[in-house]
């Protein structure tokens, strides 16, 4: 025995200084219901750190396995899982498993035998395998029939360097398996900052330089950067491959992405198993999918420091690449290429002739990434200008203001006036903006720089509630681009937007954007027509036109390309806008969310924080917690910037929802109207109005406005914030959910009788019997009288609307022990509650007959003999020892329903004294009904006979007082 072998079972203790993934873990432990997590990533991204964390946070269902080469083997990992389980669990006995072990070896057996032993755990397993690349194929077979029996609540871990030897694919169609890899291990840059305890750009420029890899950054932390570099432990790693290997991957350096196509075309030869080789190697490689890899930056630095060494090669490879890469167009890698090598004039030639072609098609994150590669000495007063206005575009306004400091000359003079006139404008500075605007028109005689400076200062008047002096201004723009095509489809689209500002008629409109979008489309200008594409969807959307939102949407993203840049994220936040107007807000939060990253991705920050104040409204309309995203946009104060009054409005909704109106009602009324868009300005007054309205005070001028700006329509906007204001004042009740009815359709030999009445007990074939444990038996009746349900709403009833993670816990451990309970009552090999895309259900091959759904059903007849058997049946206690409030409330309905059985049974009875014993019977089990009294006193005085009428009037009174004594 190994000494791994004898810590089997033990996890092993935190490290110093270590790191708590607090994220991840947070991922991890939301992934209660996967079967399997797999943690995969090369060596060095604390596979084994995280699994060793997770498992200390539950230490008493936690058994840990470090795998070693013996274990290859489905045998010994058998032998070895099972030694670890005992050694954790000394009660098991391990009978399924011994029995398996008395016949021939079959790892699949073994396998489900072992997991139906770990069903009498009154724990949630948690199984940890590190170390997984040491598992052989069979092995694997038995980790996955393992894994595919496993039951409710057990749950197993496993790191390795690959994903694709553990064959998880039909597991991950099924939901049951998650695979977490770099990118989620990666160190955010709060973890980096966390670990190295340095000032937040110092760390920040480490978590890039290592892009967030693990070990590079624990090396820092721990001060041995001065004796052993990340580099250093890159270097020991080649070191032990082979020399052909080595050489082919220095050559392969000058590539930023691996791949047999990629090492063709550039004349690299390489091995046949090549993929292989480098992930038993554990080497830094990051899956891209179909073959194709991206190695981590400190590889490629490693790789290319040993190829410089044969510097005629270096420069060779780099040329060549650089040909190539500006063959297929792409640019930005040949210019990488060129710099790699000091040729600063030919990177500066191809940037010369890429940034025209992206100024024509807005592409200005781009634009900045190529600029900022050179050093600014090195750059052009053109092109310095070129980033300057990339900066201002992508919300770097400081670093724009700066290098337009240092333009100068007559030439530039009026361009110069025009950024710093946007500048102004993304700061919200409207009167600087107008003046900057004005001195720029008077130095310009360019009309490339006179129509977009003419084009900004109505703009600007637009947002400043002018509307015919914009109209003037872009009608001047207008007469100016006669001959430039693309720029009167750029005026022409802000002229549709003045008059939907203006309130013109909605078919005006409408045909404006069209017209702007026909000029855009006869110049090719499909990217420059976003923008419009993404109003006429607003248009569309905030009128309650859905499919058409979604086509011009649609439209946009496909002119998009792919590309992700700034017109990507408004592209993405108008799905998140229309999803929420839909009432659709899961789909809405996702669309934000990657709106959000799509912002962040490109280097922009100037729409993230309106997106963040959209996802917080979304919360707010679905009911949803928000703490987290909350506390996120409030510890950044609200910018001063083009879009403030926007950020106000959405704090106005928060104060709403604090039921703080007085607060809500100062800041509506500090926003400036114009600069919110028609659609919020209707919003506001509908908001402004209703407070107002609360208070007593008159809202005509809010109802004129709202119509003059809605044109009399009824906008889905209005709905919603008119619902948001009366669930301040209270919140609907939940509706009740009719049980669904269960299949008549009886499988031959699964056919199981449930009784509720009296006892809770169940029968197959002739064997009765009962579920020992209450809330096992409970989570059953609760899903044969329900049908399919999420575990939330399951829970929420079994525990009396609790749903805490101790709840769920128990709950896991209840639907365990209720497989168990059938299986080893009935001998029955199939699994009676499934769990499937995130709904719990009883086994379709299970036809459980239940006495309280059969005789509901039959009250709806008027068959004398059923209706008997009804009130029979129904007189015993409904699942006596059971206190849930939902077994209470469905008792109320059962007497409910026994009453309408004896109802009909009274109907349908001729008899006078049959109808008068039905009526006592009614009395003394469900007590005093007022109708039925006077039904009965009429009968009563229908009789002919005076002693039977006294009879029966002292059994009456008898009940009467009982009932009243009690």
Request: with cysteine; net charge negative; glycine share 4%.
């Amino acid at each position: 025995m190994t000494a791994v072998s004898l810590l089997n079972g033990f996890i092993p203790l935190p490290l110093k200084n270590e790191l708590t993934r607090t994220h991840v873990l947070e991922q991890l432990n939301a992934q209660q219901d996967a079967r399997i997590i797999a943690v995969v990533a090369p060596s060095g991204y604390g596979k084994t750190t995280l699994l060793a964390q997770m498992a200390r946070m539950h230490p008493e269902a936690s058994v840990w396995i470090t795998l070693t080469p013996n274990e290859s083997e489905p045998v010994q990992l058998h032998t070895t899982c099972t030694r670890a389980l005992k050694s954790r669990f000394p009660h098991l006995t391990f009978r399924h498993s011994l029995e398996v072990l008395q016949h021939t070896w079959n790892p699949e057996r073994a396998a489900v035998a072992l997991v139906r032993d770990l069903d009498l755990l009154e724990v949630n397993l948690k199984l940890f395998f590190d170390q997984g690349e040491h598992l052989g194929p069979d092995a694997v077979r038995w980790l996955n029939a393992f894994v595919g029996a496993l039951s409710e609540g057990h749950q197993v871990v496993v790191s390795a360097f690959d994903a694709q030897p553990l064959r998880l694919s039909q597991l991950m169609v099924r939901r049951q398996a998650v695979i977490v890899g770099t990118e989620e291990l990666a160190f955010s840059v709060q973890e980096s900052q966390q670990l190295l305890h340095l000032p937040p750009k110092q760390a920040e420029s480490i978590h890039q330089q290592y892009e967030g890899w693990p070990v590079c950054i624990s090396l820092v932390a721990a001060g041995a950067g001065n004796f052993i570099t990340p580099e250093d432990l890159l270097e020991d790693t080649l070191q032990n491959l082979e020399p052909e290997t080595l050489h082919w991957l220095q050559e392969a350096s000058v590539l930023d992405t691996w791949s047999e196509a990629r090492f063709e075309l550039h004349h690299i030869p390489c091995p046949l198993d090549w993929e292989r080789q480098l992930k038993q190697a554990g080497l830094p490689i990051l899956p891209l999918g179909r073959n194709q890899y991206r190695p981590h930056s400190i590889l490629l630095q490693v790789l290319q420091k040993q190829l410089k060494r044969k510097a005629s090669r270096f420069t060779e490879l780099h040329r060549s690449a650089a040909r190539v890469a500006e063959s297929e167009h792409r640019f930005l890698e040949a210019i990488l290429h060129h710099q790699a090598i000091k040729d600063t004039a030919a990177a500066l030639q191809v940037t010369g002739r890429v940034v025209k072609n992206l100024l024509g098609r807005y592409e200005y994150s781009l634009i900045r990434h190529i600029l900022e590669l050179f050093h600014p000495s090195e750059l052009s007063s053109d092109l310095k200008y070129l980033l300057s206005q990339a900066w201002i575009e992508t919300g770097e306004l400081a670093k724009a203001e700066q290098m337009l400091q240092t333009l100068h000359g007559a030439d530039l003079q009026a361009r110069v006036l025009m950024l710093r006139a946007f500048l102004a404008n993304r700061r919200g500075a409207a009167q600087e903006t107008l003046q900057l605007c004005n001195q720029a028109l008077k130095c310009s005689e360019d009309p490339e720089t006179t129509i977009p400076l003419l084009r900004l200062k109505g703009w600007e008047l637009v947002h400043l509630g002018q509307y015919d002096p914009a109209l003037e201004v872009f009608q001047e723009a207008l007469r100016l681009s006669a001959e430039d095509p693309t720029e009167q489809a750029h005026v022409r689209f802000m002229l549709a937007y003045t008059r939907e500002q203006k309130q013109e008629k909605f078919e005006q409109i409408e045909e404006g954007y069209l017209e702007a979008i026909r000029a855009y489309e006869a110049v090719g200008g499909k990217r420059s027509s976003v923008y419009v594409l993404i109003q006429v969807a607003e248009l569309y959307a905030n009128l309650g036109q859905y499919d058409r939102s979604k086509a011009y949407l649609d439209r946009a993203y496909l002119a998009c390309e792919g590309i992700e840049d700034s017109f990507l994220t408004l592209i993405l936040e108008g799905y998140g806008d229309l999803f929420s107007l839909m009432g659709s807000y899961s789909e809405a939060l996702e669309a934000y969310s990657k709106a959000l990253a799509a912002s962040q991705k490109t280097g922009g920050s100037m729409h993230d924080q309106r997106i963040r104040y959209k996802m917080l409204e979304v919360h707010l309309k679905g009911k949803t917690p928000f703490d987290v995203l909350l506390a996120e946009v409030q510890s950044r104060s609200v910018p001063d910037d083009l879009y403030r009054n926007i950020y106000v409005f959405y704090e106005a909704l928060l104060s709403l929802h604090r039921k703080d109106f007085l607060e809500a009602r100062r800041q509506l009324q500090s926003i400036q109207h114009a600069s919110v868009g028609t659609y919020r300005r209707i919003r506001l007054n509908v908001l402004l109005g209703a407070l107002k309205k609360r208070q007593g005070e008159d809202t005509a001028v809010e109802e004129r406005l709202v119509l003059e700006l809605s044109q009399g329509r009824s906008l889905p906007c209005l709905q919603q914030d008119l619902s948001l204001m009366q669930d301040l004042q209270a919140l609907p009740a939940r509706a009740a959910v009719s049980p669904p009815r269960l299949s008549e359709e009886a499988v031959p030999g699964l056919s199981i009788q449930a009784t509720l009445f009296g006892m809770v007990k169940f029968r197959y074939q002739n064997h009765t019997f009962t579920i020992k444990h209450k809330k096992s038996c409970e989570v059953l009746v609760w899903l044969l009288l329900h049908g399919p349900s999420t575990r939330d709403r399951i829970i929420n009833d079994l525990h009396d609307g609790e749903n805490s993670s101790k709840h769920i816990d128990y709950f896991k451990v209840a639907v365990r022990r209720l497989r168990s309970s059938i299986f080893e009552e009935t001998g029955i090999e199939i699994n009676p509650v499934v769990f499937e895309n995130g709904m719990y259900t009883v086994a379709e091959q299970l036809n459980f007959r239940v006495d309280h759904l059969e005789l509901e059903a039959q009250v709806r007849t008027l068959d004398s003999a059923a209706l008997e058997k009804v009130t029979t049946v129904y007189r015993q206690e409904f699942m006596p020892g059971f206190e849930s409030s939902w077994i209470e409330r469905l008792r109320l309905r059962i007497q409910d329903t026994l009453l309408l059985a004896y109802q009909k049974r009274m109907q349908l009875e001729t008899h006078p004294t049959l109808k008068l014993d039905l009526g006592l019977e009614v009395l003394e089990h469900l007590g005093l009904q007022e109708e039925l009294l006077e039904q009965l006193n009429d009968l009563l005085e229908d009789l002919d006979s005076e002693s039977t009428r006294m009879l029966y009037l002292q059994k009456l009174r008898a009940i009467k007082k009982r009932w009243l004594e009690t």
